[in-house]
């Protein structure tokens, strides 16, 4: 599976963007989508991730604010962050998880920076 993320940026605080990821090759075996970041110095954390059947999970920093979709037709998963603050600053990463015959595996996207910042 190969992940094409885009849509990342600077951004003042109380500002939104919406990060995009597309995903080609084998996404037949795709269970899971989402989304991880990583600020600098600091391990890579999750910030939400939504299954095939819709289920939704959410890092306790960016709920509320933030709202993961996606559309299976076009393969591609969403991130709409709204009222963003400076902390929400990293390289976010795009993630898929896939399951075949029982061995489940991760899939990374190339990161997408995002800046708030006034």
């Known amino acids: 599976v190969q992940l094409q993320a885009s849509g990342g940026g600077l951004v003042q605080p109380g500002g939104s963007l919406r990060l995009s990821c597309a995903a080609s090759?084998?996404?037949?075996?795709?269970?899971?989508m989402g989304w991880y970041r990583q600020a600098p110095g600091k391990q890579r954390e999750l910030v939400a991730t939504?299954?095939?059947?819709?289920?939704?999970n959410y890092a306790d920093s960016v709920g509320g604010r933030f709202t993961i979709s996606r559309d299976d037709a076009k393969n591609t998963v969403y991130l709409q962050m709204n009222s963003l603050k400076p902390e929400d600053t990293a390289v976010y990463y795009c993630?898929?998880?896939?399951?075949?015959?029982?061995?489940?595996?991760?899939?990374w996207g190339q990161g997408t920076q995002v800046t708030v910042s006034s």
């Open positions: 993630n898929t998880m896939t399951r075949n015959r029982g061995i489940y595996f991760d899939y």
């Open positions: 090759g084998s996404t037949l075996n795709i269970i899971r």
């Open positions: 939504i299954t095939n059947a819709g289920l939704t």
